[in-house]
C-alpha cells in the first residue's frame, strides 16, 4: 500500500487540528517535522518529513520497519516473531502535540502512533497501550492526573584521559541544594524553562541536586497521556538545549558510578472524569486518603517487583536503586517516607483532599513512558478491583527493618524481567507481541551489559538517554 493511502481506522484524523499545525508550520517557517515515538528500548527516535509534506503526511503517517520495535538500547537487532524485515507501521502524528524546537531552529516535532497500514491500532504501539489503560480506568470510573519529577545531569562529554570510551564531565560540583549550583549553570537553566514553556509544558519546581552536575527540575501535572507526552518532550528539550549551549545531558538513571543517580518520580492521583474531585483525597483519615487510594496503593506495592520492569527499564536503572539512596529499595509505602516505593505526599495548598497524591519512586527516564505509565494504571486499577489491602504502612527507614519483614525490590533487570513474566495482570495488559518484544530487546540489554565493564554501562547510558 503507497504512502499516498489516507489512514482510516478507529483513529481518525481531526482535520481542523491538522490544518492549524500546517498553518502554525507555514507560519512559522518550520521545514522539517519530526514524528516522534518510544521504542521498547526506551530511546526517543522517529522520522521527519519535509514542510511540503507536511499536510500529506498528517493523513498517510510515515512507513516506518516493524522491525524497530524488536531493537534494543544499543541498536542491536532481536528475533521476535512479526517484527522482522517483512511487514510495515506509519508513524502517525497527533496534531494536538505540534510544538516548534525552541533548540532546533526550522524544526517541529509530533508525538506519533504507531499504526497498522490500514490506520487501526498495532498491538506493539505504546502510546496505543497507555490510551488503552486510561480507557479501561474510565471504565471503572476514574481519570488518572500525573506528572514526572525528572533529573538529570548536565556537563561535557570528552575522552577518556587513558583512552577508550567517552565519559561524561559534570558540568558543576555544587552542593545539593546549593545557591552555587543555581548561580553555576543559571544561564543553562533560564534558556531550559523558556523552551519548555514555548512547546507548553509548565515548570514548578527546580533545583541543583546531589550529585555533580545534577538538576531537578519538574512540570505540571496533567492528564495520563498528556503526562506522558510532556514527558518526552522534557527528555528531547533537556538534551537539545545543552547540545545548543555545547554541553552534554543526560537523563540516564546512573550515568556517573559515584554520584547520586537520576531519578523520575512518579506523582499521581485518581479524579472524576470530568477532574473536578480528587478520588484519593479524604481528610478523615490520618493521613488523608481515601479507600480508593489505598486500594490503588495496594495494586502498586503487589506488583511492584514486575512494575520495575518497566519503571526502570534498563540495566543501568538497577544501581540506582538501593537501600538508603532515597530511591527506593523496598515494596512497601509509607507517609512522606523517601525510602519506600510508594510515599503518601503531604498536602499541599488549602485544600487538602485536592492535593492528595502518591509518588512512585522506582521510576526512571530509561523507561518508555508510555509503557511504564499504563502499566502503573493497570496495578493499580487490579488493587481497586480486588479491594487490596497495602498492609500497614512503614514509618522508618526499611533498611532497618528485620530480614523479610518488607520485600526488597529486584536488584537487576533480569530479575525484575523474572518478576514481570510471572505477573499475569501486567502480562496479561501488555499482550503477547508487545510482551515478547519487550522481554526479547530487554533480555539482550541484560546480556550485552553483563559482558561488558561499568564503563561501557555508563558511556552507553548517557549517550542514549
Known amino acids: 500500500m503507497g504512502d499516498q493511502q489516507a489512514m482510516t481506522g478507529p483513529h481518525p484524523l481531526d482535520t481542523a487540528a491538522a490544518r492549524r499545525v500546517v498553518e502554525r508550520a507555514d507560519t512559522e517557517g518550520v521545514e522539517l517535522v519530526r514524528f516522534l515515538y518510544a521504542d521498547h528500548g526506551g530511546v526517543i527516535r522517529g522520522k521527519a518529513t519535509s514542510r511540503p509534506r507536511l499536510a500529506e503526511r498528517l493523513h498517510t503517517g510515515i512507513g516506518h520497519t516493524v522491525a524497530m520495535m524488536a531493537m534494543n538500547m544499543l541498536d542491536e537487532l532481536q528475533d521476535v516473531e512479526s517484527l522482522g524485515p517483512v511487514g510495515e507501521v506509519r508513524l502517525v502524528p497527533d496534531p494536538a502535540t505540534f510544538v516548534h ?210 519503571t526502570c527499564g534498563s540495566v543501568n536503572s538497577f544501581r540506582r536503586l538501593t537501600p538508603r539512596s532515597w530511591s527506593s529499595a523496598y515494596a512497601c509505602y509509607g507517609m512522606d517516607n523517601r525510602e519506600a516505593a ?33 502499566a502503573v494504571i493497570h496495578a493499580g486499577l487490579d488493587g481497586l478491583r480486588r479491594g487490596l489491602d497495602p498492609g500497614d504502612p512503614v514509618d522508618v527507614d526499611p533498611a532497618t527493618l528485620p ?26 495488559a501488555l499482550g503477547p507481541l508487545r510482551a515478547s518484544a519487550y522481554l526479547a530487546v530487554k533480555r539482550s540489554e541484560a546480556r550485552s551489559f553483563a559482558a561488558q565493564d561499568a564503563a561501557y554501562e555508563m558511556f552507553h547510558h548517557f549517550r542514549v538517554f
Open 101 to 310: 524546537l525552541p533548540y532546533a531552529p526550522g524544526a517541529a516535532a509530533m508525538l506519533a502512533d504507531l499504526r497498522q497500514v490500514d490506520g487501526s491500532a498495532w498491538p506493539v504501539c505504546p502510546r496505543t497501550f497507555l490510551r488503552e489503560a486510561v480507557a479501561a480506568l474510565a471504565a471503572e470510573g476514574h481519570a488518572l492526573v500525573a506528572a514526572y519529577e525528572p533529573e538529570f545531569t548536565l556537563g561535557r562529554r570528552e575522552p577518556a584521559p587513558a583512552g577508550g570510551l567517552d565519559r561524561l564531565v559534570p558540568a558543576d560540583d555544587s552542593l545539593c541544594y546549593s545557591s552555587v549550583g543555581f548561580n553555576q549553570l543559571h544561564d543553562y537553566t533560564m534558556t531550559l524553562i523558556r523552551a519548555l514553556e514555548s512547546q507548553g509544558l509548565r515548570p514548578e519546581h527546580y533545583h541543583p541536586e546531589l550529585g555533580h552536575g545534577q538538576h531537578e527540575l519538574s512540570i505540571r501535572h496533567a492528564p495520563a497521556l498528556r503526562a506522558a507526552d510532556n514527558h518526552v518532550v522534557y527528555r528531547e528539550t533537556v538534551r537539545g538545549v545543552a547540545a545548543r549551549m555545547s554541553m552534554w545531558a543526560s537523563l540516564a538513571p546512573k550515568p556517573l558510578a559515584d554520584q547520586a543517580g537520576n531519578g523520575a518520580h512518579l506523582h499521581l492521583s485518581l479524579w472524576d472524569p470530568g477532574l473536578r474531585a480528587n478520588a484519593f483525597g479524604d481528610p478523615s483519615d490520618r493521613y488523608g486518603m481515601s479507600a480508593t487510594a489505598y486500594h490503588f496503593i495496594g495494586g502498586l506495592v503487589a506488583h511492584l517487583p514486575a512494575l520495575t520492569a518497566l
Open 403 to 428: 530480614a523479610g519483614r518488607v520485600r526488597r525490590l529486584p536488584a537487576s533487570l533480569d530479575e525484575a524481567l523474572d518478576a514481570l513474566e510471572a505477573d499475569d495482570v501486567l502480562m496479561d
Open 342 to 374: 510508594v510515599r503518601i505526599c503531604s498536602p499541599t495548598g488549602r485544600d487538602a483532599a485536592a492535593s492528595a497524591n502518591l509518588e512512585l519512586k522506582p521510576s526512571d527516564s530509561s523507561a518508555n513512558p508510555y509503557l511504564s505509565l499504563g
